[in-house]
């Protein structure tokens, strides 16, 4: 087990003194702020996390806070205005972290935050209702020509937002986009055949794929995805569109650094278990683990890409 005496040991194996960490915390229940709606990839992440902190951190309690809206906006700025005393630490997800920094809508910044790691990412997929006529993007492009198409995103700024603008310039179409309040709200757009196409994330559709009830058209990736190897890229098909999501923990900035240590620490070795490997297998989150500064680096290097997008396109 994972107890505090195990937390110790790599402390001291870190070089660190055990005097200096917070042998008195936990001392109450620790609230994770998801935001987005249960059910989504983001809240299972957040799942599969508490699940094994508790049964093997002794002492740890842990309730998962949904805040969703505003394309993770208002959860966002939760996780900043909170206390700085380890009692709440939270979900991201990107490009939305620093899209809604980019647009000048966020009451936050990067430096609001420290960066525990990055946990999964989830690579950005075209889906349409399994009925309908389009069955690759040369048929989407065609189809948006030819009449108005209504296309779910999940929320402006979002990485489904941005992909599906991409795509609009390279295509040379216009869609009607929908900004949905969470991939479920879009999958059941899709899956109801409310919605012509949405662009979301390969976790939240390739069960429904795989089952018949949806259809994936486009991986938008670099190259073909393990997870569904028989999926051409949008590349291939002669767009070349590629997104992806993150999903990691951030916390308020300031905590106490040793309570903080401990945090981190529990993160990457929950990551780094077999237990939990297996567990996000079996719920389709694709894991890529970073450490709070190589993941902090990429949330910097992405916000710079994304104004340049928000300075040709401002939304």
Not at 75 to 90: C, H, P, Q, V, W
Not at 191 to 220: E, T
Not at 249 to 266: H, K, N, V, Y
Request: charged residues 20%; aromatic residues 8%; hydrophobic residues 45%.
């Amino acid at each position: 087990m994972f107890i505090k005496s195990i937390l110790t040991g790599v402390v001291v194996s870190l070089g660190l003194t055990t005097a200096g960490y917070a042998a008195d915390y936990p001392t109450k229940t620790i609230t994770i702020v998801v935001p987005s709606k249960a059910g989504g990839s983001t809240d299972r992440t957040a799942r599969l996390f508490t699940e094994l902190a508790e049964k093997n951190y002794e002492g740890f309690e842990f309730i998962i806070k949904n805040v969703p809206g505003s394309g993770g906006q208002k959860g966002f700025e939760s996780i900043s205005r909170a206390k700085a005393d380890g009692y709440t630490i939270g979900l991201n997800f990107t490009p939305q972290l620093v899209a809604h920094v980019v647009s000048g809508r966020a009451k936050y910044t990067l430096d609001s935050f420290h960066v525990m790691g990055n946990v999964a990412q989830d690579p950005a997929i075209v889906a349409v209702p399994k009925d309908s006529k389009i069955m690759n993007m040369a048929d989407l492009a065609a189809a948006a020509k030819a009449s108005p198409l209504t296309v779910a995103v999940n929320g402006i700024g979002s990485d489904d937002f941005l992909a599906a603008k991409s795509f609009e310039a390279l295509a040379g179409v216009e869609f009607n986009l929908l900004p949905t309040k969470g991939s479920t709200e879009q999958k059941a757009g899709v899956l109801g055949g409310h919605v012509d196409a949405a662009f979301m994330n390969l976790s939240q559709m390739i069960k429904q794929h795989n089952a018949g009830d949806a259809r994936i058209i486009a991986l938008l990736t670099d190259a073909r995805d393990s997870h569904l190897p028989e999926m051409s890229t949008a590349k291939e098909q002669g767009y070349d569109v590629q997104m992806r999501a993150t999903r990691g923990f951030i916390a308020p900035a300031g905590i106490d650094a040793a309570i903080q240590a401990q945090l981190d620490e529990m993160l990457s070795t929950i990551m780094a278990s077999d237990e939990f490997q297996a567990n996000a297998a079996k719920g389709n989150i694709f894991l890529l683990p970073q450490t709070g500064a190589d993941y902090l680096s990429y949330l910097t290097g992405l916000q710079g890409e994304t104004q340049a997008v928000f300075d040709k396109a401002p939304w």
